[in-house]
């Protein structure tokens, strides 16, 4: 199993392009979620999905759109990427009690 | 809104025991999780409370109280490997998991 994967690893933007992230998960978790962590202030909670075809804002949403088409694929949209978009990014998935993160997708935004 | 708020820094010498609080506020509670994460990697998933008391995993154990909003994460036996981040997790209606800010947990030998 590969869990939870992340894709790209890492990106270097230039301010006002476009990118996607990926996340793949192969538990059949219900739940997905994209959280930013920077320094000092954790994970926060950008946006997250119920189930397939659903999604709902989480505490930071502004500046980000996602979709979930299929249940195993979670996307991350930034539409026009701005330098305060500079963080790492993770997506997790879950059933139940746990929680799976993948390994982070650092973004710099230039 | 949500808010859980933890000690942003903690120090422990090898074979100590130490606690890391937890408080919170929420709406819609249904419990609160850890998770530990070393520098750069991914969080990983220690321990859930739902219900009030300790619960108890190797040589870690976590602790909830509904009525004070309070939970606690207990290291024992602490060992080098031990430091790391600390994160309490709060787990709401909706099934969003919401993080606190985290405590820094550095262990000297």
């Known amino acids: 199993n590969a869990g939870v994967t992340q894709t790209p690893k890492f990106r270097v933007l230039k301010t006002g392009q476009s990118m996607t992230l990926l996340c793949a998960q192969d538990?059949?978790?219900?739940?997905m979620y994209w959280y930013r962590q920077d320094p000092g202030m954790g994970l926060r909670l950008i946006h997250y999905?119920?189930?397939?075809?659903?999604?709902a804002k989480g505490e930071v949403p502004d500046g980000y759109n996602v979709s979930r088409l299929k249940k195993q694929n979670f996307l991350l949209g930034l539409e026009s990427a701005a330098p305060s978009q500079t963080s790492v990014y993770f997506c997790a998935s879950r059933t139940g009690t746990e929680a799976f993160f993948g390994q982070g997708t650092r973004l710099t935004v230039v | 809104g949500q808010s859980l708020e933890q000690p942003s820094e903690v120090t422990a010498v090898e074979g100590a025991i130490v606690q890391i609080n937890c408080t919170y506020q929420?709406?819609?509670?249904?419990?609160l999780s850890w998770y530990q994460q070393h520098d750069g990697g991914a969080p990983t998933f220690l321990s859930y409370?739902?219900?009030?008391g300790l619960e108890e995993t190797g040589r870690f154990s976590s602790f909830l109280s509904r009525s004070d909003s309070y939970g606690y994460l207990l290291l024992q036996e602490l060992q080098m490997k031990d430091s790391a981040s600390y994160f309490c997790v709060h787990a709401g209606a909706g099934t969003a998991l919401i993080f606190g800010k985290g405590t820094t947990l550095s262990v000297s030998s």
């Open positions: 999905s119920v189930g397939e075809g659903t999604t």
């Open positions: 538990m059949n978790h219900e739940y």
């Open positions: 409370n739902a219900l009030d």
């Open positions: 929420t709406s819609g509670f249904y419990g």
